[in-house]
């Protein structure tokens, strides 16, 4: 099982970054998939989550009008574009894997990737 991802870097406040969560290893469209952040000095909080079954999507409400998430199944590939982003959206944003979309809002997500910076100057 593998979780990569990508699309982290470094802007001004106001601009956009897509983070990708290329998957690997497993049944791709049996999963919810979720992004989580963590800042540092802070605990890993939920960011969002696209469920397997229906893709429905779940949002952090500090996130709600400026991210959204997105399900590839053809390249098992989960995105999240973040619009409008502001320096407290700095933190190191991973993507996780579950069989239940319960575990994203406990965070006991099965599979993780490492990471990726995403870095928001003011």
């Known amino acids: 099982v593998q979780l990569v991802e990508s699309g982290g870097g470094s802007v001004q406040a106001g601009g956009s970054l897509r983070l990708s969560c290329a998957t690997s290893?497993?049944?791709?469209?049996?999963?919810?998939i979720g992004w989580f952040r963590q800042a540092p000095g802070k605990k890993r909080e939920e960011v969002s989550c696209?469920?397997?079954?229906?893709?429905?999507?779940f949002y952090n409400p500090s996130v709600t009008t400026r991210f959204t998430i997105s399900r590839d199944s053809a390249k098992k590939t989960v995105y999240l574009q973040m619009n409008g982003l502001k320096p407290e959206d700095t933190a190191v944003y991973y993507c996780?894997?579950?069989?239940?979309?319960?575990?994203?809002?406990?965070?006991?997500?099965?599979?993780w990737g490492k990471g990726t910076l995403v870095t928001v100057s003011s």
């Open positions: 696209i469920s397997n079954s229906d893709g429905r999507e």
């Open positions: 290893g497993f049944a791709f469209d049996e999963y919810v």
């Open positions: 996780a894997a579950d069989l239940k979309l319960s575990s994203w809002y406990y965070g006991g997500m099965a599979h």
